[in-house]
């Protein structure tokens, strides 16, 4: 069955360190998103690309944060420097693309900032 | 902008028991809703997509209804079963978009 495959799956780093995040969709689906979920809460997203295009990035803070999909199939999010309140769990999704598809979600790389 | 809401927040049954739980939205121009299942420390496991010009969906003991005029769905779960103890989450796109909002999720516990 296909899955939406996101690497680490846990990472542990010092605030002011960079951290990369990985992920690959999918195969075929053209919309990819990164959520941030804090702890009790709902994921909420950072950004969504269609194809290698970015749709939305209004909530990403982009002094610290940014995300690319080369090529249009596997992505990075990255944040650089770290900071405590960025400890979190990082979602990616996948979908066909379109107004009506269902969204697909990886395992999640859990971040705790020290 | 969209507001997912969701109650009860946490939720504990007795193995066996029916159990609903709902999901509202405030703008409800949207395209479809999503129920996802999420284990502790693990990622979303979609469980049902309802399309905005459906009524309800089912998948095995679980259903899922839609009423977009009242900004409301529920998703009853029968005969509920140890293993059905997860958080469950609505999710709605905004209009205009394919983004998903997302409630606060209700933390299901049941007990054997």
């Known amino acids: 069955e296909a899955e939406v495959a996101q690497s680490p799956r846990y990472k542990i780093t010092e605030k002011s360190q960079a951290v990369a995040f990985w992920c690959d969709p999918i195969?075929?689906?053209?919309?990819l998103y990164w959520y941030r979920q804090i702890l009790g809460q709902g994921p909420e997203l950072l950004v969504q690309f269609q194809d290698e295009s970015v749709v939305d990035d209004s909530q990403l803070p982009k002094d610290r944060f940014s995300a690319e999909r080369l090529k249009g199939v596997d992505s990075t999010l990255k944040i650089q420097p770290a900071e405590l309140g960025d400890s979190a769990m990082y979602l990616c999704?996948?979908?066909?693309?379109?107004?009506?598809?269902?969204?697909?979600f990886g395992q999640g790389t859990r971040l705790t900032v020290v | 902008k969209q507001e997912v809401t969701q109650i009860p927040a946490a939720l504990s049954v007795p193995e066996g028991e029916n159990l609903v739980l709902n999901c509202s939205f405030t703008d409800s121009a949207i395209y479809n809703l999503q129920w996802f299942r999420q284990d502790p420390g693990k990622g979303l496991t979609s469980l049902l997509l309802?399309?905005?010009?459906?009524r309800e969906q089912t998948s095995g003991r679980l259903n899922a209804s839609l009423d977009k005029s009242s900004g409301r769905s529920t998703l009853y779960i029968a005969a509920s079963q140890p293993g059905d103890s997860a958080t469950y989450l609505c999710a709605v796109p905004l209009t205009g978009a394919n983004n998903l909002f997302f409630g606060t999720g209700t933390r299901l516990t049941v007990i054997p």
């Open positions: 999704a996948s979908s066909l693309g379109g107004f009506s598809t269902e969204a697909f």
């Open positions: 195969s075929g689906h053209a919309t």
């Open positions: 309802i399309q905005s010009s459906q």
